[in-house]
């Protein structure tokens, strides 16, 4: 994992990310992953080139990171032009897989987005479509929790029938 090129792309595109914080928590967020979890790298098949970035811990701050079970993603971000269902499909495949590499015992998923956003509605529908999901409104930010056995079997059904469309293409 090259920790600078992860730190360098999410700094170019952090007004981006839609993170409704200075810009110092903006850095927490960001770089907290490389020491509290894992951090990911998006690459192009096509050019090579990084397109996205993502960043987990385990556990949370409220519970002093003792409360492993939780996965929480600070940071998930592929830039806009790139942004496709196959691509989404294997960025979960592989956030689900090093969730559960680098801790077998996580149960639950969360992450924060601002409440006012829009545009992503229609893809946290889909998780809060997961039996067991909750959104909860924390002054202008939502807290989305998923159970992990539930975000992997959901990963499992869209590879499956990404698989399906290729197959039936080819």
């Avoid at 360098?8 to 952090?14: A, I």
């Avoid at 996965?71 to 956030?95: D, M, P, W, Y």
């Avoid at 002054?139 to 698989?163: D, G, I, K």
Wanted: hydrophobic share 40%; aromatic share 12%.
């Amino acid at each position: 994992m090259d920790h600078e090129a992860y730190m360098d792309f999410l700094l170019r595109h952090h007004d981006e990310l839609n993170l409704p914080y200075p810009f110092a928590m903006k850095l927490s967020f960001i770089s907290s992953p490389l020491f509290l979890g894992k951090a990911m790298l998006v690459i192009s098949e096509e050019s090579y080139q990084m397109v996205g970035a993502a960043g987990f811990g385990y556990g949370t701050g409220p519970g002093d990171y003792e409360d492993r079970h939780i996965c929480q993603i600070e940071v998930a971000f592929v830039e806009e032009g790139l942004r496709r269902t196959s691509l989404f499909v294997k960025g979960l495949h592989a956030l689900v897989n090093a969730i559960k590499a680098g801790n077998p015992d996580v149960r639950q998923v969360q992450f924060w987005a601002s409440a006012a956003e829009e545009r992503l509605e229609r893809l946290f529908a889909r998780f809060l479509a997961l039996p067991g999901s909750t959104k909860s409104i924390v002054n202008n930010l939502a807290l989305f929790t998923v159970p992990f056995h539930e975000l992997e079997a959901y990963c499992n059904r869209l590879r499956r029938s990404t698989s399906a469309r290729y197959n039936e293409r080819a």
